[in-house]
């Protein structure tokens, strides 16, 4: 199996900030690469697929790039509704892997 | 619009076997072009992707619970099921059923999701 690794496991920040996530995988997927936000009691929404490419209707602040084992997600400038969980998720191979979760609050 | 709906009992019994099924609805279990997944999260933990069904029939899932799984697709109903036998505590979770398609690697139509509860 493919893991994934993001890190911080959590992150403090204020509305406005600018947000950087990481997720590695443990061997190279190419750019098959995807995060998505999940809040409390909801179902995980995608925000980039392949890497960097961003889901339709979500917000540009929103960035992904990376290729290879090494991944990020940026948020350019956080909003108030962007405080939730973020997992990035492997498509390369299966079983398709998940990262533990980046939980982003609000500081 | 697609939409996906969970159903089935929210407490399943130590050793039983959990059934859940998803509806589809605003798309069809039949086309070609998806793959139909289960995925659960433990409370307060991550998500872990269960397996998926083709329309054909075909399966692929999770080698950490492959002897455990079975997951089937009733086209006449547009509906797909997951069974997971000798169930413990550990399978407690919420419950998604999704769609990924075919050219494209990612889950992009989600349930909102079912909480089975493993207990006695």
């Known amino acids: 199996d493919i893991q994934m690794t993001q890190s911080p496991s959590s992150l403090s920040a204020s509305v406005g900030d600018r947000v950087t996530i990481t997720c590695r995988a443990s061997?190279?997927?190419?750019?098959?690469l995807n995060w998505y936000q999940q809040k409390p009691g909801k179902a995980p929404k995608l925000l980039i697929y392949?890497?960097?490419s961003l889901q339709g209707g979500v917000p540009s602040r929103f960035r992904g790039s990376g290729s290879g084992t090494d991944f990020t997600l940026t948020i350019s400038s956080l909003q108030p509704e962007d405080f939730a969980t973020y997992y990035c998720?492997?498509?390369?191979?299966?079983?398709?892997?998940f990262g533990q979760g980046t939980k982003v609050e609000i500081k | 619009q697609v939409q996906l709906q969970e159903s089935g009992p929210g407490l399943v019994k130590p050793s039983e076997t959990l059934s859940l099924t998803c509806t589809v609805s605003?798309?069809?279990?039949?086309?070609?072009?998806?793959?139909w997944s289960w995925i659960r999260q433990p409370p307060g933990k991550g998500l872990e992707w269960i397996g998926y069904?083709?329309?054909?029939?075909?399966?692929n899932y999770n080698p950490s619970l492959k002897s455990r799984v079975t997951i089937s697709v009733d086209t006449s109903k547009n509906q797909f099921s997951l069974k997971l036998t000798s169930v413990t505590a550990a399978d407690t979770a919420v419950y998604f059923c999704?769609?990924?398609?075919?050219?494209?690697?990612?889950?992009?139509?989600w349930g909102q999701g079912t909480l089975v509860t493993v207990s006695s």
């Open positions: 999704a769609r990924r398609s075919l050219g494209q690697p990612y889950f992009d139509y």
């Open positions: 392949a890497a960097s």
């Open positions: 605003g798309g069809s279990v039949s086309s070609g072009s998806y793959y």
């Open positions: 998720q492997q498509s390369y191979s299966t079983p398709w892997t």
């Open positions: 061997q190279s997927i190419s750019s098959y």
């Open positions: 069904i083709y329309y054909s029939g075909s399966t």
